[in-house]
């Protein structure tokens, strides 16, 4: 197969994201890899030194896709901060959600590689902490809410959403009652937060 | 040993509790349950008729401590809802964190017991909801809250609160910065709930 394009990266994570979905995450090899790229395994050890290696890259641009559909959220102009704040957890719900729903096997081979790879899971933590922290204190500026300690804000509202976020939730995510109990506690964070 | 004593469905759950600390709840039977007591596994199942049924009252009964401690919180004349509510989630996280600190292995035991018995739980979830519900209705007669829904109110504290009892958060409850973070929490959802 396509074997005359350049072998970058990001071809090879593609093709081991398919190869994690197919095989699962106990029996997909490098080996595996390089076949469905049609190259030899020296050739994908040449990019990611380790199956390890390989196997925490994959985690991370899976984690990152999330991150940068959010950053569209908090960087738009012009809206104002609990709108934003609002529509940033319903998104990251909603591609929680999404994630676990309609592709439950890759969520589940996931959720064996988030476990492997607690730093890359911190990480992605600390940006999505970030990106709330960014419209927290951009709401303080424009006088929509109080928060004397930003960071300390950000990380408790990012914590009172768990239900809607924390994949330990994903069975409830179905039940008809969810995106009401979403509302009501999202509702009562922003009420918290108004200057 | 006590076999005098009359057999009570209390003497028998105290008892099974101390065998399943000690045998693990995969190991414990009812025959070691009544050789704790000193009778035959025949008295044992006069008053529970089968080892399920008996694992269940005891499940049972380790939750509904909790539940009597904090409806004392819930029933406490002439104080403010606002320091009535802080005080009971401080307690349910007080209580769940004592539980799984100080006494791990009977922590574990009742991981799977509640795992066997998810009618017990959700009733007991009930019960706690019910205990939030009627502190949130009485902030609302004093004018101290705000609370359109009082139901729906006291389950999004209950959610939003999942990180300071939900057994799943158990090994970040070790964290020095764990009691900031309840009070974070806490904070704005108090904030939230003002009249």
Redesign the interface.
């Known amino acids: 197969m396509a074997a005359t394009e350049t072998l970058t990266a990001e071809r090879i994570l593609e093709a081991t994201e398919e190869v994690l979905r197919r095989y699962g995450p106990a029996k997909a090899t490098v080996v595996d890899v390089a076949r469905a790229l049609g190259v030899s395994h020296g050739s994908v050890y040449r990019h990611f030194r380790t199956k390890a290696a390989l196997r925490e890259a994959v985690t991370e641009r899976w984690l990152s896709r999330t991150e940068v559909m959010l950053a569209e959220l908090t960087g738009a102009a012009g809206r104002p901060a609990p709108e934003k704040l609002k529509d940033w957890f319903a998104a990251l719900f909603e591609a929680k959600r999404h994630k676990a729903g309609d592709d439950p096997e890759l969520f589940a081979t996931y959720s064996v590689l988030i476990d492997e790879n607690s730093g890359v899971v911190d990480r992605h933590l600390e940006v999505l902490v970030g990106q709330v922290r960014t419209v927290v204190e951009e709401g303080v500026r424009e006088g929509e809410f109080t928060a004397p300690?930003p960071d300390?804000?950000a990380?408790?509202?990012f914590?009172?959403?768990?239900?809607f976020h924390d994949p330990?939730y994903a069975p409830e995510w179905r039940k008809p009652t969810v995106d009401?109990?979403f509302d009501?506690?999202v509702?009562?964070?922003?009420?918290?937060?108004?200057a």
Chains 1, 2 share one sequence.
């Open positions: 300690e300390a804000t990380r408790a509202l914590s009172a959403t768990a239900h330990a009401a109990e009501a506690v509702g009562l964070l922003l009420r918290g937060l108004r």
